[in-house]
């Protein structure tokens, strides 16, 4: 059963990931993905000191809090300072990050939270953490936490899917045509910052943008459709997440570490085979 | 010309990016011409104008206005053609997912498209000659194809006033003529057309009203009046010499001309 919960955790936290690294990869934004896991840090730490707890409603909002402002922050570099986007996201989250490092050393020893567990996740340790739903099933909270999240970032993108959309596809007509760039960014924004907040103090920062920019970029080396991206990008992920998960348990290793180097390993792999597979198709249309 | 209503207009326009000016202090009202050209050499703000009439670029000082409205109000009533350049066409879509999106908007962001989009987007990509093509992935059209694309978007927006940006740029022979017959149909409809446009020698024969743009204006006007030797050169500058000198050889040595 161990098994199947740990699995169970990866996959949804690899759907609710490749949902939004299609669109951030579509958007050449990926890396906003990795400001955001890490400047979520001061966020949990302030939430932490005002409620007391660890796992809460308040650190989730918390975390999520500030890694919105991480986008603000990056939106306001980029537009109004007029700096290079990816000098943007350095100078914001990495600022966010060092606040939460300095915040946590400073003030924080008696805290069961460091910047390790950050980083690198323990997803192992949700087996640690199971709630009977109702009588008889059990699943780890981390799970039911990660459903509800998958059900508003369905949601968000089946009504949203045609902002999302136009903004990624041409922002320039979207926003002659008057749908605003600004709040499909920050709905995007919005998500993306759920989506890490929940994820990475299961599986790590890492794994996060593992899942973020690798199961997107296979799919769009497999599909020619936005849609079809979307479905793929999430059945990939969840594919690597079990491969992954038996690779960890066969070396003996971090789970998180092994499903990153599946995605990395399967990336190269799909890359070869459909180069392979179009020098075929060109030689038989030659002869 | 003051009795005719305003199309558009722009006062004491200025758009700033970081530090370098595109437009500065642009100010010209166009009565209700049909066919509208804007010219300049490039980087001389062309693009820039259209962004800024339809509100994409937001103006460091100065407004303009369409139907003597605020753009926010007369939206619906206008089609836009960016840059072609300005998009990924490597984007997972076909030609007919971008051909919809003139309909969104139109449609509503949150509704279904119905029946009647679906004959305006196949209506819109036989008009340009790319319903066979509908169901193409966008990353294997030709730059022609691209354009017409984006051109059967725009009618799928059903508009009354059409911007368009740099639409010959780039384009086949057979585009470029497909392009003019559209725009002379559009005409006929009572269309009214605003078109970035770089080809000096066709500009007599395709506009009614010239703006001339070096970051500047240069002039205003229809285009008898308009075009002629000393606003070319203030708004070509050295550049126009150079310019006419390659045309002069190339005619010379009976090569097509083709620009951009």
């Known amino acids: 059963m161990n098994d199947f919960y740990v699995i169970l955790t990866a996959s949804l936290v690899a759907i609710n990931c490749a949902l939004m690294g299609s669109f951030l990869v579509m958007r050449k934004m990926v890396m906003i993905g990795d400001a955001i896991s890490h400047a979520v840090l001061p966020g949990i730490f302030i939430a932490y000191m005002v409620s007391g707890v660890t796992t809460n409603l308040v650190v989730l909002a918390g975390a999520a809090l500030s890694g919105i402002l991480a986008t603000v922050l990056i939106e306001w570099f980029t537009k109004k300072v007029r700096l290079q986007n990816d000098a943007s996201i350095g100078i914001s989250y990495t600022l966010l990050f060092a606040l939460g490092v300095i915040l946590i050393s400073r003030y924080g020893q008696k805290v069961d939270l460091d910047q390790e567990c950050v980083l690198y996740g323990d997803i192992e340790l949700t087996v640690l953490n199971i709630r009977e739903i109702f009588s008889g099933f059990y699943l780890p909270s981390q799970s039911v936490v990660l459903m509800a999240v998958l059900a508003i970032l369905l949601l968000a993108v089946i009504l949203g899917y045609k902002g999302l959309l136009l903004t990624t596809f041409d922002p320039a007509f979207a926003a002659s045509a008057g749908v605003s760039i600004g709040v499909w960014h920050y709905v995007l924004m919005s998500g993306v910052s759920l989506t890490t907040v929940v994820s990475f103090d299961s599986v790590g920062a890492i794994l996060v943008i593992s899942f973020l920019a690798g199961p997107p970029a296979i799919a769009y080396l497999l599909t020619e459709r936005l849609k079809t991206l979307l479905f793929l990008a999430s059945g990939i992920g969840v594919i690597c997440s079990i491969l992954g998960y038996y690779l960890a348990k066969a070396w003996d290793a971090s789970v998180a570490g092994s499903i990153s180097i599946v995605i990395g390993v399967s990336f190269v792999l799909v890359f070869f085979a459909v180069q392979l597979a179009k020098r075929k198709q060109s030689v038989i249309s030659l002869e | ?260």
């Not at chain 2, 370098?20 to 804007?38: M, R």
């Not at chain 2, 969104?104 to 949150?110: D, E, T």
């Not at chain 2, 691209?146 to 639409?167: N, S, Y």
């Open chain 2, 1 to 260: 010309m003051s009795k005719e209503p305003t199309l558009i207009e722009a006062h004491n326009l200025t758009v700033v990016y970081g530090r370098k000016p595109a437009l500065w202090n642009v100010d010209f009202e166009i009565p209700g011409k049909q066919v509208i050209g804007i010219m300049g050499p490039n980087g001389s703000g062309k693009s820039t104008l259209l962004k800024s009439i339809m509100g994409v670029v937001e103006p460091t000082s100065g407004f303009t206005k369409v139907y003597d409205q605020d753009i926010d109000d007369v939206r619906d009533r206008i089609s836009y053609v960016p840059q072609r350049q300005d998009i990924d066409w490597d984007f997972p879509a076909s030609v007919w997912d971008v051909v919809s999106m003139g309909r969104f908007a139109q449609r509503g962001l949150f509704k279904r498209l119905n029946k009647e989009d679906q004959d305006i987007i196949a209506q819109s990509l036989d008009k340009v000659g790319m319903l066979s093509f509908s169901k193409r992935q966008i990353s294997q059209l030709s730059g022609g194809q691209q354009q017409r694309v984006f051109l059967a978007r725009a009618l799928a927006q059903q508009g009354e006033l059409f911007l368009m940006d740099e639409p010959f740029a780039g384009v086949d022979i057979s585009t470029e003529e497909m392009i003019i017959d559209l725009l002379k149909e559009m005409k006929e409809e009572g269309k009214t057309l605003v078109i970035v446009h770089h080809d000096l020698h066709t500009a007599q024969s395709y506009f009614d009203w010239l703006v001339l743009l070096n970051t500047r204006l240069v002039a205003s006007g229809p285009v008898s009046e308009v075009f002629n030797d000393k606003t070319l050169s203030d708004t070509y500058g050295g550049k126009l010499t150079t310019m006419s000198k390659i045309t002069q050889v190339l005619e010379n040595k009976e090569f097509p001309i083709r620009h951009k």
